[in-house]
């Protein structure tokens, strides 16, 4: 099953994603996002749905992204999640750590192998 | 920061914040779902991926509700929000927990407090450590005249000694209503204590108004001034601002206000327990004094750094060259206490006692509650079983059940808290007793502390036995129970329970039992005189009798007032009551020499005719004094008890002897009377001499007793109308009934009797609770069994005498552990008992009986109640 070999979410990066899908389309419901981070990794990412809103309520708490009820495209009511100023101060910080901690672990592992 | 307030503040939306996330939920779902739709899957599976994507709804639920609030925090609440719904829900259990747990945790706070004030708590002096009781060794305990000390050995002792920075004293002998105040309003006889100049400042006291006693005031004949205690400022001064430099009418004579001591400062409950002293005179350290002999009490501060053995040392030395340099005056002997041992040492084994006991009383509870719980859980396995199979942990069911029982324990503090203000007030205002600092009795920090430390190990201790054993019942055993059957160990946790709570009721009720059948027997002794049906009133003639004659004429008249009053029996005069303040004088047979250290002394009385009468004693031999024996009347009289024939002329008859240089002069013994216990009901009397008021004036006040069969009232009455001519100022309601003396004698030890009765009622009570609960639920669990026996043809007598039995056994092997622990405890109490042994057969049995008693009622009931069981009945129960 290809379930296997989806990878599971490090402590602390669903946060960011979360941020990343909100900064990048704007206002968007729990489902939408779930599902956008589901897409945008191309189904490589092993997510309960559920899990997102225990991460949407500490962000709110962090004051990083706020709510609001509103109506989604097909007439239902939803929760609407959009990242505050604070969150994108927040965002541009954590990008610049993932970004190093990538390159460095690529460096790392691509030097073990040469 | 923000976000733990955040968090802090979602506790309190639960409800609220719930929906929204169920809304929030529900319409992720709805938008799955049609999604799933739209990608052409058919309804069912739709939902079931949508369902799949969400990977588990309460787990998302939780996992929010976690990251939202505290969520360490929110079990506690929710722990005890379950804890206060099971507790209500059970509330006849309830209800009887706490208010076992408050009366235990009510009666340790005040024991506690009680222990508190008397024993560790400094005394409410200036460096109270460093303070410390001089008196002078004697051979009677009691003998007020030998432990204290001459004014001229006291300004020797100040004045050579190098370890103490100073030396102050009070005059021992004042007495209590000594002194009348006239003047603006009702007489009133008040007690004043004189003291030495430096005794204030000594012992750290400024007054709150006003000034201390001055030099010259502390001069003989010098101007008299007075400090008024807070009380008596209060009370006839309404609290006066401006009282200090007026004038006083204090004895016949104009005294000043030299100020007002603070309300702190309670000089009777550190020296003078259960009585009270509303002022305070200046005693001149002068020649005059020193004439008096023995009359100080004294009081010295250790200069830093200085070993009260080191100062002891010091004193024998300077004692000893004191006394050898003028051999003519008292002897100088000191023997050396800290205050605060001086103060509190008498009443110190039996506080130790009374604490013991209620730490038993304590553990009695714990079990007993122990036991109840372990019931509770016992029918509540199946729930725990539940909650566990739904995934509860068991260290969060540990916690859970631990809850319940602390919050049964606070709620029991609580009311414990609220029981023990309530006793320590009642504890404060025990006038009657004379046991020291009892007044300054309170729930204070340190008390409530205590309360608190004491709830939470109750808690702790009484819920942990059940709260393991809940958890670890294997989870198939309980759920496929259908809670009939008793597992073994179980039953072994409860009666070891119900075995230790006899155990230690034996040891509370033996150790009742011997202090009670020590006070009968102190009730029992014969004091010598018969208090019942005689009274006593303060005459002291005032200064306008200034003579021997004009004050002989005064005691003549009273004495004729009173005696022609219908309904008295007799009536007579005395300078000292018995139970009260005892001097002794040297007193020896005229013509006869003694060893050193071997001189006899007596206690001194000074009374007139019809005093042995109207008090009670017995005349052995000889004749009482009569209104003829005056200091005109020939030969000097005097009577004395039978010690002190004996030890004077022993095996002779003593009548027609003479005592040397008693009161002056050399008397011829006219009486001999039985002995009276003076000094405590508890001890023997010692030589006592009884001198004629008449011819001899050595007495400090003076009291008409009275012996009649009129009741009190009216008694009351009619001796003060028909002395009012006499006496204009004598004060209404001062008659002491004699019966007074004695319970005020015996009021220590009433105390210690009622309490430790009092605990081992509760525990006796709380003992046979716990045998009835265990032998009750026992039954009600072997319903089936005991249907089964009967259905088989037991008899009702034989389902019975099986309960009852199991109960005995169960008060057998408690007794005996209990028998062996309080005969060695027992010894502790050899201190506080008289007539009878720490080994009292008498009381161990009738502790046994009761026991047993108790036991087999408690267990009978139930099996009463088990031995109706219908077989048909007992059979088809689940």
Redesign the interface.
Known sequence: MPQESRLDLLQGTLDVMVLQTLAAIGPL????I??RIEQVSGDQILL????I??????L????WITAQWGT?D?N????FYSITRKGRKQLAADVAYWERLAEVMGRMLNGEKA | MIELWRRFAAMFHRRQLDAELEAELASHLHLAIQENLRQGMPPEEARRKAMIGMGGLEQAKEEQRDARGLPAMESVVQDLRYAFRTLRRDAGFTTFAILIIGLGIGASSTVFSVLDTLLVRPLPFKDPGSLIWIANRTQVDGDLSGATVQVGRLLNLRERNKSFSDIAGYFAFYGVGDSKLSGNGEPERLSAVPVSQNFFPLLGVQPQLGRQFSAEECKWNGPKAVLLSHGLWERRFASDPDIVGKPLRLDDADVTVAGVMPASFDFAAVFAPGTHVDLFSSFPLSQETDRWGNTLALVGRLKPGVAIGRAQAEADILGAHITAENPRANGLDPKLTFLGQHVSGRVRPALLVLACSVGVVMLIVCANLSNLLLARTATRQKEVAIRMALGAGRKRLIRQLLTESIVLTFCGASLGLALAVGATRAVAHLDAFSIPLLSGVRVDGVALGFTLLAAVATGLVLGMAPALQAASIPLSASLGQRGHSEGKRHNWIRSALVVSEIAFSCVLLVGAGLLIRSFVRVLEVDPGFRPESAAAWRIDPSSQYKTQAQQNAYFDEALRLVRAIPGVQSAGLTDVLPLGHNRSWGSAAKGQTYKDGDYPSAFVRVISDGYVKALGMTLKAGRDLSPRDTPTSGTPVILINETMAHRLWPGQDPLGKFVAGACGVDRQVVGVVGDVRHVALEQGSGSEMYLPIRQCQDWGSVDLVVRSTLPPPVLASSVETSLRSLVPDLPKGGMKPLTQLVDRAVSPRRFIVLLMAGFAGFALVLASLGIYGVISYSVTRRTQEIGIRMALGASTGQVQGRIVMQTLGLAAIGLTIGAVASSGLARALSGLLFGVTYRDPFTFLAAAAVLLGVAVLAGYLPARKASRIDPMIALRAD
Do not use: D, M
Request: glycine letters at 16%.
């Open positions: 419901h729990g489902y939408g779930a599902r309960n749905q559920g899990t809103y225990a991460a949407l309520v500490r709110q708490h962090r004051g989604s097909n239902r009511k939803a929760k």
